[in-house]
């Protein structure tokens, strides 16, 4: 994510590229979707989900275009470069007594196929993995790259708390039990406190936190060095995912259909509309990734229509999930994190299932924690780096890894509230990089475009809502929501 041109790595077909968006968007947002949307009523969540998801469409279409142009830039200016080295080339040619023949035959040949070339690449082609940094450094002036800097810290800053939160929640519910009888995780009709009995003296929030100190333990040193995630760890969490999400959505249907129905949802309730509009932004989030997710595709001919493929698939994903589990459960007794719900011994009888949906979280936010941590110390790094200068050592290796952890941990310690953690990390900085980021990229790389390559160009990958009314409109949309979550925000702590 920090800004730099990479390599596009090994190519794929369109539809691996539709299963790997897949992926990325469906990720832990969803877990707290169904609580925000029993909490918000089921007629408004729908109506909202279906907007946000249209709103995400829009805006990935804007990074799609600006993607595009970008590439142009840069296929322009290494044209220009090659055009001066072939006029360097042939002016050497002419001073030369000894091939001089030779060397005029060359000089008229090749500008000839220089121009073949230049007739046949297309400029807007997708062939360079140009991060969301990069693109900010090129479209925007020095203040803009520092902001745009500036909301993907803040958003790194709310996941990595989210992370640091869920699992040692996840951890304390299913291994405390109130009654000390049964490591059932959580009871059917059990409205668990903080300062509830945990093991022994010990209370539940004394757990927890033993939990966070020990995942902070085991996975913050991981800051001060270099680490990815490798493709295999990549497919093992992926495959898990599909598995829990497949046994949720399964159960779920399985306990309507048998008649224990225990959920009866209201059609509206505005009160919950700020958390589930964070949880919906949230978990729609994969702007920031696309460079690393679309240049890679083979064939990018169909490329807004795969786009649009996946977010329907995924809206009737989330439908599904949140509808099953939203008629499935009270709408009390729902969990912050959803596979919770089904650590119940009267929800799943079977051990072994019961463990596993709980502990879920715990495998895999654990294995993403460290690159998320590892790309906001870069992100620290690009945000603070001059040209030719170089941080001592202390301050690379120790300061920036340091204010990296120590926040998110501090925020985790103070609260494991997840739908609110979610809720605001999605309503600000994930409205930045979701909204706002994208509608001035692709102004600007509008205007940019225009000005490099005339007014006639046309860019093969231009957003559908070309007219500058979307971008107003993305850009209205996302101030709007800024200020109502706001205001939201400080009408209910007044009345509290």
Request: some cysteine; hydrophobic content about 45%.
């Amino acid at each position: 994510m920090a800004g730099e041109i990479t390599e596009t790595g090994e190519l794929y077909s369109p539809y691996v590229g539709l299963v790997y968006m897949f992926n990325l968007i469906v990720g832990t947002g969803a877990l707290t979707m169904p609580k925000a949307f029993a909490t918000a009523g089921w007629l408004v969540s729908l109506v909202l989900l279906v907007f946000l998801g249209f709103m995400s469409f829009v805006t990935t279409t804007f990074v799609i275009e600006a993607m595009a142009a970008a590439n142009a830039q840069l296929h322009w200016k290494r044209m220009e470069n090659h055009q001066e080295e072939e006029e360097e080339d042939s002016s050497t040619a002419s001073d030369s007594d000894v091939l001089v023949q030779d060397n005029y035959e060359r000089a008229e040949k090749r500008p000839i196929l220089s121009v073949q070339r230049r007739g046949s690449l297309n400029l807007f082609e997708i062939t360079d993995r140009v991060e969301m940094g990069q693109m900010a450094s090129m479209f925007f002036n020095k203040v803009g790259v520092n902001l745009f800097y500036f909301c993907i810290i803040i958003y790194l800053y709310g996941d990595l708390a989210i992370y640091a939160a869920a699992v040692p929640f996840s951890l304390m519910q299913v291994t405390c039990s109130a009654t000390g009888n049964e490591s059932c995780g959580v009871e059917a009709d059990t409205k668990h406190n903080d300062t509830d009995p945990c093991w022994g003296p010990l209370r539940r929030v004394d757990a927890y936190r033993i939990y966070l100190a020990v995942f902070t333990l085991l996975l913050g040193p991981f800051t001060f060095f270099d680490v990815q995630k490798t493709k295999y760890l990549q497919i093992l969490t992926s495959l898990m995912r599909w598995v829990a999400f497949a046994i949720m959505i399964v159960l779920a249907l399985v306990r309507i259909g048998n008649g224990h129905r225990e959920g009866h949802p209201p059609l509206a309730d505005f009160s919950g509309i700020r958390n589930l509009f964070g949880v919906c932004v949230y978990s729609f989030m994969c702007q920031h990734s696309l460079p690393s997710l679309v240049t890679p595709v083979s064939s990018k001919r169909h490329l807004t229509r795969l786009v649009f493929l996946d977010y329907v698939l995924i809206l009737a994903f989330y439908g599904l999930l949140c509808f099953t589990a939203i008629f499935c459960f009270r709408g009390d007794s729902l969990m912050d994190m959803y596979t919770l719900n089904f650590a119940r011994c009267d929800v799943v009888s079977l051990a072994a299932v019961r463990f596993f949906l709980g502990l879920f979280p715990v495998f895999t936010i654990s294995t993403n924690f460290p690159i998320i941590a590892v790309t906001l110390r870069n992100n620290w790094k690009t945000l603070f780096h001059r040209d030719g200068g170089t941080y001592p050592w202390v301050v690379d290796r120790v300061v920036f890894p340091t204010i990296t952890l120590l926040p998110p941990v501090l925020v985790a310690f103070c609260t494991h509230d997840l739908e609110s953690l979610v809720g605001i990390t999605g309503a600000y900085a994930g409205t930045g990089i979701q909204y706002v980021i994208p509608a001035f990229l692709v102004y600007h790389s509008r205007k940019d475009t225009q000005l490099a390559l005339g007014y006639g160009t046309i860019n093969k990958h231009r957003s559908p809502f070309r007219h500058a009314f979307w971008v107003g409109f993305v850009l209205l949309w996302a101030f709007s929501c800024f200020f109502f979550v706001t205001a939201n925000i400080v009408l209910s702590e007044t009345k509290v």
